[in-house]
């Protein structure tokens, strides 16, 4: 007896995914816990696990895009062993009767799992391949060779086939490469082309503009030195920079309210609460989680906050209800070594800010040229909802809160 693998709907407003990964192979025994693979959609990347105990049976190869309720696998009763027994003894009849997508892979239990994966990401027939192993094997050289070696699709192919490997394609999205080797075609991820999208609706329905200061960070360096080895010692986390610069944007929307706000047609939305969105780039893409509540949260908790959001960007197990709700976002560029930049709006909000890499230049004060540390800020915000004036004197009193930390509530 098996039992189906579907996909679970993991939001809303989620329609499909991408299996990016199988954390367990065709044909290799499972407990019902164990995660099975990774369904990467728009927003998110989930950990899909198993049900229940038996051998897996995958459907779809990685880089398959899935829709929700799709069975990518079975789960068969017993080990591998007897698994493998009950499928040969299955009817032909009742073999006929059920039509199951089956991978490449599943052809030959001889090849290694180096060898599947090529095989069925290309769309070989390993019994096609001449193999240059010992005793005639399959190696992974002679299927990377046979997919480099492949003709071209017939022209004759009746359009029923064409349509139908057209649709395979689609769903296995593999990397296309040309005969000369000079660039790679592959499908853009889930969260790539909702970034893009994003990006380009943001500059299409809001009149973006961006105005820029600098701070000198002497002083936070200095009071971030000084209080760091008792705060790590009390909270067991470090004391950032971004905690700071969080505190300093609530001061700044509670100054200039309408920053905190969003257009939604033609009405005006004004917010009354503090979900500062701290951007976070991973390797999948950038990711905004919502620090909720900033205002009431102490240092301690902000920091906290920021390094479980990083911990999950990167382990690929941040949730929707992380993403949503932000009214105002920072984005940190300066860690990548950014001088400077125009940061683009997270829409449906109407401001962010970019902060930049800390250099020290030559400055001027009190008439004397000193060497400080420095960052440029810039401000980006929707001017359909917020003035000129309104969003220079927002960036003025993140600038003064920076420069003079007692200014912030300071609670360490």
Not at 28 to 36: F, I, K, R, T, Y
Request: net charge neutral; proline share 5%.
């Amino acid at each position: 007896m098996s039992t189906e693998v579907k996909v679970p709907a993991v939001g809303e407003s989620i329609s499909s995914g991408v299996v990016s990964v199988w954390h367990k192979k065709s044909g290799e025994q499972v407990s019902a816990g164990d995660p099975l693979f990774t369904l990467e959609t728009d927003k998110v990347s989930t950990e899909i696990n198993a049900e229940k105990d038996g051998v897996l049976q995958t459907l779809v190869a990685e880089g398959a895009e899935v829709k929700i309720g799709d069975v990518v696998a079975t789960i068969e009763d017993g080990t591998g062993d007897g698994a493998k027994a009950e499928k040969k003894t299955e009817p032909a009849a009742q073999k006929s009767d059920v039509q199951k997508p089956v991978p490449p892979k599943e052809s030959s239990s001889a090849l290694s799992p180096a060898v599947r994966r090529v095989v069925t990401e290309e769309k070989l027939d390993p019994q096609e391949i001449r193999g240059t192993g010992k005793g005639g094997r399959v190696t992974k050289n002679d299927a990377m060779t046979a997919a480099q070696n492949r003709a071209e699709p017939r022209t004759t192919e009746s359009p029923a086939a064409k349509a139908k490997d057209d649709h395979a394609e689609e769903k296995q999205a593999p990397p296309v490469q040309t005969e000369s080797g000079r660039f790679t075609r592959r499908k853009m991820s889930p969260l790539r082309r909702k970034i893009a999208a994003q990006l380009v609706m943001a500059q299409h329905t809001a009149a973006i503009l961006t105005t820029f200061n600098e701070c000198d960070m002497t002083a936070v360096q200095e009071l971030r030195a000084k209080s760091q080895d008792a705060f790590t010692k009390k909270n067991g986390l470090k004391l950032g920079f971004m905690s700071f610069f969080i505190k300093a944007a609530v001061e700044g929307l509670k100054a200039v309210p309408s920053i905190n706000s969003r257009i939604e047609g033609e009405d005006f939305i004004q917010n009354h609460y503090y979900d500062i969105g701290v951007a976070v780039g991973t390797e999948r893409g950038l990711v905004v989680p919502v620090v909720r509540d900033a205002d009431k949260k102490s240092f301690a908790e902000l920091e906290r906050d920021i390094a479980d959001f990083a911990t999950k960007a990167r382990e690929g197990k941040m949730k929707i209800e992380d993403l949503q709700g932000g009214v105002f976002t920072i984005s940190n560029g300066g860690v990548y070594g950014s001088l400077l930049s125009t940061p683009i709006l997270n829409p449906p909000q109407s401001g962010i800010l970019g902060m930049h890499t800390i250099q020290k230049r030559p400055v001027a004060i009190k008439d004397e040229i000193v060497i400080r540390p420095m960052m440029y800020l810039a401000l980006s915000y929707d001017h359909r909802a917020v003035d000129g004036k309104e969003a220079v004197t927002f960036l003025i009193t993140v600038k003064q809160g920076i420069e003079d930390p007692k200014k912030l509530p300071l609670d360490f």
